[in-house]
């Protein structure tokens, strides 16, 4: 492995998980009145309901697949299923849902991109943020056939035991990618710096909208009419 792989997928990870979690916070802290996502729904409808819905259930059972897929350790399912079996459930599962991600996504960026209006009042980040989602979506959809040659389920375990090495702090993390094609180190690349932008784009009301579900469990309001 060379150095550039090493700085990559070694410490590049680091890099970007600190400044995802402190840029997120630091945020929050000091500039709340831009925790939001801007929506340009009074501007233009079109596009957005569809384009909205179809990228939010893609990207979000992605990002679930990809959580608990990549971060569980192989002994807990493999009495339940075998690495081959759960490779092909994710790549039907998963490419399913990014095909519909990847549709909602381009939606967005294409009314982002051609409505006048939309496009004056747009920031940098706004678009910026939907190249790289388009982008990495592109490449996610790239890797399933590449998946299809390693049926065993070989290449998907050596890229979750990365993952787990990056968040446990074992060394060893980047020998795990070892033979991996350019496409999967790409997408692994282009997710951390994802991650890397977040605090910085209108990414954050994703904290918000995780942060919602303790409506759910908190305790009850009591509300007195005055008088």
Do not use: C
Request: net charge positive.
């Amino acid at each position: 492995m060379s150095y550039s792989q090493y700085f990559l997928f070694g410490i590049y990870p680091y890099i970007a998980l600190a400044i995802f979690l402190l840029g997120s916070l630091i945020r929050f802290d000091r500039e709340q009145y831009t925790w939001k996502s801007d929506s340009s729904q009074l501007l233009k409808r079109g596009q957005l309901r569809l384009g909205s819905n179809l990228f939010h259930i893609g990207v979000l059972f992605l990002f679930f697949g990809h959580f608990f897929g990549m971060l569980t350790p192989h002994f807990l399912y493999e009495p339940f299923i075998s690495s081959g079996a759960k490779q092909i459930l994710a790549m039907v599962s998963g490419g399913t849902a990014g095909v519909l991600a990847f549709i909602g996504v381009s939606l967005l960026l294409h009314r982002r991109l051609t409505e006048p209006r939309i496009r004056a009042t747009s920031k940098p980040s706004d678009i910026l943020i939907l190249l790289l989602l388009w982008l990495q979506l592109a490449l996610g959809l790239a890797t399933i056939p590449l998946s299809a040659q390693h049926l065993d389920g070989s290449m998907m375990i050596r890229l979750a035991e990365w993952a787990q090495h990056i968040v446990t702090f074992r060394s060893g993390a980047v020998e795990m990618l070892a033979g991996a094609g350019w496409v999967f180190k790409t997408h692994l690349f282009l997710g951390m710096t994802i991650f890397l932008v977040f605090p910085f784009t209108r990414l954050v009301h994703v904290w918000s909208g995780f942060a919602a579900t303790t409506y759910a469990a908190r305790a009850w309001q009591l509300v007195r009419p005055r008088g």
